[in-house]
């Protein structure tokens, strides 16, 4: 379980905002938010090594997946990633410059926050790079695109963020929005705040996130504010291993409406905590759930 936790949170750690931007072909300043230094690419990469699910996912998305030589342990979208070489894990306690010089790449698809360790020692060896923040739904497609065009596949690029936009707009209209609650622990209580990607997920759906008002990204909150906050939806991430009767059965939790009125769904956490390419469909899921359907 301990595992599972940590696995959960490295994995959120990383998500916290991408406003991800690049000059010609590499991250670096202007582009739609702050700008971080960068080597700039002289062509188009063909030696890529992605440190974290979501970057391989949208690199096999865009069709740079004959571009990659090696990806993060955990990458499993698609599921050809996973006959990919590891270079370690998202977490950047388990990665090292050896390691991945071993790769012979020639741009690196990095997180912010997660990998800036890395920064100083790209740029010493004029290795380009990109910095991902996933913090929006719009910052995720603006990061598709600026990816896109570095690795070659523009046009490519452009239809998928097209299509995450119109997945997200051709949602239920709902007469009143309901407050959700995403649990993603329980020991202690965390859940996700405005600045998550989590949260603009539920927004987007047409849902309030419970505790919309912590900036904090994934907030750890008292569980006496939870039940007074009264959720009408509670989220329950399937890796998080806790069941629909184990929520119904906590003492206090009865009276909340959720837990009445049986809306409290379990949701594939992989979808919903990874800022790519499939969170139109993951907006529209949980759009779905709020109709009630």
């Known amino acids: 379980m301990k595992k599972i936790i940590l696995l959960f949170v490295l994995l959120l750690a990383g998500f916290v905002c991408l406003a991800g931007c690049s000059k010609k ?19 188009i990469p063909q030696r890529i090594v992605t440190l974290s699910p979501s970057a391989t996912e949208i690199l096999y998305a865009i069709g740079a997946a004959n571009q990659i030589v090696a990806v993060s342990e955990f990458s499993d979208y698609p599921e050809e990633a996973l006959q990919q070489p590891r270079v ?11 390691k991945i010089l071993s790769f012979k790449p020639d741009f690196i698809y990095m997180t912010q926050g997660m990998h800036n360790f890395l920064i100083e020692q790209l740029n010493s060896y004029g290795i380009a790079y990109y910095l991902s923040r996933g913090d929006s739904i719009e910052a995720v497609c603006q990061e598709i695109r600026d990816i ?57 759906a047409g849902g309030i996130n419970l505790f919309a008002d912590l900036d904090d990204p994934y907030p750890i909150v008292s ?71």
């Open 25 to 43: 072909s590499a991250a670096g300043a202007g582009g739609s938010g702050a700008g971080h230094d960068a080597v700039e690419a002289q062509q």
């Open 88 to 98: 370690g894990g998202f977490d950047g306690k388990t990665l090292s410059m050896e």
């Open 148 to 204: 896109a065009k570095i690795t070659g596949h523009e046009g490519e690029g452009n239809v998928i963020a097209q299509k995450i936009e119109s997945e997200c707009a051709d949602v239920y209209k709902l007469d009143e929005p309901l407050s959700v609650y995403y649990e993603v622990w329980n020991s202690p209580f965390m859940t996700a705040g405005s600045k998550s990607f989590i949260h603009d997920v539920i927004t987007k």
């Open 223 to 293: 569980e006496e504010s939870l039940i007074a906050r009264a959720p009408e939806i509670i989220l329950l991430p399937v890796s998080n291993g806790i069941s629909v009767d184990e929520v119904k059965s906590r003492a206090g939790w009865q009276d909340i409406p959720a837990v009445k009125n049986n809306r409290i769904y379990l949701i594939n956490d992989a979808l919903f905590s990874r800022p790519a390419t499939r969170i139109g469909e993951c907006v529209q899921e949980l759009n779905e759930l709020l109709a009630g359907e």
